[in-house]
């Protein structure tokens, strides 16, 4: 049975000022203007199993929004972090709901986030995965397609044999590696022996059990006693107490970087990771001055400017390379090359005690 | 006795989009905080004459927001035009109801909208124009010392002869010239004998209204009609009747390049038209960075950037000499070198039927 997980913790501030602390980039219609990231997410997987047996990890903050967005997800269904611990701490929690739920589970482990062009593509794939992890203790991630020296992303190298699994080839990896510098980035496109890491992973729950054992036994010790507590008075309470015991530390670190018995399929779905406002370029509809525009504008002599409105009509004269965001408390007018620093402008923000707009 | 013509029709266009139809330029509080532009004129020139002495030449869109913004002044003395026909028409409505108020009185004409820094020595500029005007039927103007090869103003040429008046020389006038293009405004500059024509004019109301006669006889005979209604149950329709048929001719162009006995009064009292939203790099503080900030506004790497506010925080990255204006319903962001030109996006918000925006 297909379990997926759905990774919906991030806050992902380089959307600011249209995400924010209590609506961030998963709950925006960044790409659909009728479906949030994480409710076309929920859409896609749904097709390979039923509502019930897809989980969410997220935090206590977006329980409700998570409710609006998502009403016929099970509430308990949400594995809710106390607290915000990276991804081994968020998959070993939900790893342990979805043991007590399915035991013969296989985790499908999703970001809220991203954007799949062709689902049909990304189904299959993932299909291959689920198989390819059901077949013994096997590690399986989806793997994109670099199309360019990306920095932003990190990267799976892996051996050139390989075996097919109805029409995909299946990858042994060699080593996850962390965001490269331009050089190296330029290096692994010229090997052809890498892909961008997803963060899609494809494993029994049985399987990463044994892994966090083995690898990260301090972390399967705190599952443990969280597992214990599940349906007790103290589940909270106990839950609370190891999590804040649990090290900072991301999958990808804790356990794929050490594990054996990885696999990668390359996945050729048309991906996009939507990591900043630049990226709207890559997936809307840009007009024949190369704009990409959402809500009421009026431009002269405006090229290659992303402007995402609010209402209120904005204009635009002599401008190129710049990003526009209005909303309701907050304007941001930035250089297309500066939009990744936005945080910047929300350490600012907080600098000055201006939480109500983060 | 004083009695000012405070010229208020103008619709000032470009402070789009905080200028609208119904919110000119003169009423916008855009040097002042806590004064709009019509009101730091009138508290002005009040130091010359009592409030009940001062005119205001308007249309009727404005009288309302006119009696708001000046509660001192009669509505009497508002002379309400009943529609555009530049300034010729407007001086000459006003000329013949100050006529019937105080027929020897010494007209003060002046723009609404213009900056003024030193008031001590504006005002004894205009009082030395005032002596000029009341010996014998001078025409009179205040010039300003250009500065540099402004192609966006009037230039007036003078004699190098001149005579002194309370410690001001006062210039006899060769010729008023339009608009220059750039080589001829520095060959003006480099001349010596030009000064910017800022619309100021002083004279005995007689003594325009015999210019009428002698220049503009077509509108004397109109002012004549309109003059014999007021006070009738006719007025309001004869004054519109007798408007509907004058020229649309500027009192530079129908008196003053025909008309002898002009006499000009250099003025260096700090003065500035305010002519676009660069203007304020002249008049308002800069930062350190060189921006013009009014209102909320947070920036990482911003130049020589103009901000104008409306209670939204603004934020800004990696932005270089661009015009951010915020208002209710529009919000503008222009190139500096292009903010003149903001007329064109009006006429595109009404071309698609957007008067509301206008």
């Known amino acids: 049975m297909i379990t997926p997980i759905i990774m919906a913790g991030g806050v992902g501030s380089r959307f600011w000022p ?45 329980v409700e929004k998570m409710q609006e967005h998502l009403p016929e997800i099970p509430v308990d269904n949400l594995t ?5 611990k990276n991804t081994a701490a968020s998959i070993g929690l939900a790893s342990i709901y979805i043991e007590q739920k399915s035991p013969e589970g296989i985790m499908v482990v999703l970001p809220s986030d991203h954007l799949i062009i062709d689902e049909a593509s990304f189904l299959d794939t993932v299909e291959a995965a689920v ?19 990306e920095t932003g992303y990190g990267y799976i190298n892996y051996d ?29 496109l010229e090997a052809g022996t890498y892909l961008w890491n997803s963060g899609i992973f494809v494993w ?19 599952l443990e006693k969280m597992k214990e507590a599940i349906g007790t008075a103290e589940e909270a309470e106990i839950i609370r107490a190891e999590f804040e015991k649990l090290d900072d530390i991301s999958i990808d670190y804790g356990i794929m970087e050490k594990a054996k018995d ?30 990409v525009i959402s809500g009421h504008h009026i431009g002269i002599d405006t090229k290659n400017t992303i402007v995402h409105g609010n209402g ?28 990744q620093e936005v945080k910047e402008i929300r350490n600012l923000l907080a600098d000055r005690g201006l939480d109500e707009c983060l």
Chains 1, 2 share one sequence.
């Not at 994480?38 to 897809?54: E, F, G, M, W």
């Not at 809710?80 to 915000?84: A, D, H, L, T």
Request: include cysteine.
């Open 204 to 222: 029994k729950v049985s399987t990463i059990r044994k892994m966090f054992k083995l690898y990260m036994p301090k972390l399967d010790k705190s």
């Open 18 to 62: 249209l995400s924010r602390k209590d609506r961030p980039k998963q709950f925006l219609n960044l790409v659909d203007k009728n479906r949030s990231m994480i409710q076309a997410t929920v859409d896609r997987i749904s097709k390979l199993t039923a509502h019930d047996n897809i989980f969410i990890a997220t935090s206590q903050d977006y």
């Open 312 to 339: 209120k009509i904005i204009t635009t004269m002599g401008l190129e390379d710049i990003v526009i965001v209005d909303t309701d408390d907050a304007i941001l007018i930035c250089d297309k090359k500066k939009a």
């Open 131 to 149: 198989e390819v992890a059901d077949n013994g203790d096997n590690l399986v991630t989806i793997g994109i397609e670099a199309t360019h020296p």
């Open 160 to 188: 050139k044999k390989y075996i097919q699994v109805n029409g995909h080839e299946v990858f042994e990896v060699k080593a996850f590696t962390e965001k490269p510098n331009r050089e190296k980035a330029e290096r692994f």
């Open 262 to 291: 990885i696999y990668v399929i390359p996945g050729s779905f048309g991906w996009d990771d939507i990591g900043s406002w630049p990226a709207l370029e890559r997936v809307q509809k840009r007009d024949k001055q190369g704009n």
């Open 80 to 84: 809710v972090e106390p607290m915000r």
